[in-house]
């Protein structure tokens, strides 16, 4: 996986270090820790994702 892209939010805080990130592949989007880089990440589909984005984005 140290061939992907991530990418934080540009609403994270730089210095606390309490954020997620995330890579887009062509079939998957990936999400992971970004105090733990090497650690285990998430799986899921773009339209599982999109669907997630939509409903955070009301609350």
Do not use: N
Not at 28 to 52: M, N, Y
């Amino acid at each position: 996986m140290s061939d992907l892209t991530w990418f934080k939010s540009s609403y994270s805080s730089s210095g606390d270090g309490d954020c997620v990130e995330v890579a887009s592949c062509p079939d998957t989007v990936r999400v992971r820790d970004s105090k733990d880089e090497e650690g285990p990440h998430l799986t899921i589909a773009p339209d599982a994702w999109s669907r997630f984005l939509s409903y955070a984005a009301q609350g």
